[in-house]
């Protein structure tokens, strides 16, 4: 529901993932988001980027948008990091690291729920 939201106000997603091109296949039809999120807007391990800022970048060139208009969710602040040095906006959510240790991020969240398509244009 939430990224048929993004979707529907034309906001451009894609994934990124350390995991092999093969896997994230399998993890996304088990989400049911793999109709959702095309072929084409996905960055995996075996796509050949060896940083995860690398890959921040290979997303932002196959969903067509600047990195300064792209927004990364991610549990780590070391992905914040990452999308900092492109200006790109983060949201954190929380999970293996408490809030505080998010602080880098631009905003945080328990969950996707709390998210809105509203919330998301606000961070520009």
């Known amino acids: 529901d939430w990224i048929q939201s993004l979707r529907a106000v034309e906001m451009g997603c894609g ?4 995991l ?4 994230m296949k399998i ?4 989400a049911g988001l793999s109709e959702l999120i095309p072929s084409d807007s996905r960055v995996s391990h075996s796509n050949g980027y060896l940083r995860e800022s690398q890959q921040l ?14 927004i990364v969710f991610d549990t780590s602040p070391f ?3 990452a ?3 492109f200006d790109m906006r983060s949201v954190a959510l929380i999970g293996p690291y408490p809030r505080y240790e998010l602080m ?3 905003t945080t969240a328990t969950s996707v729920d709390e998210l809105t398509a509203m919330n998301i244009r606000r961070l520009f």
Do not use: K, Y
């Open 79 to 81: 992905i914040s990091v």
């Open 27 to 30: 993890l996304l039809e088990f």
């Open 83 to 85: 999308a900092r040095e």
């Open 15 to 18: 994934v990124v993932t350390h």
């Open 20 to 23: 092999e091109d093969d896997q």
């Open 104 to 106: 880098t991020a631009d």
């Open 57 to 70: 970048l290979g997303i932002s060139l196959r969903i067509e948008r600047r990195p300064d208009q792209c």
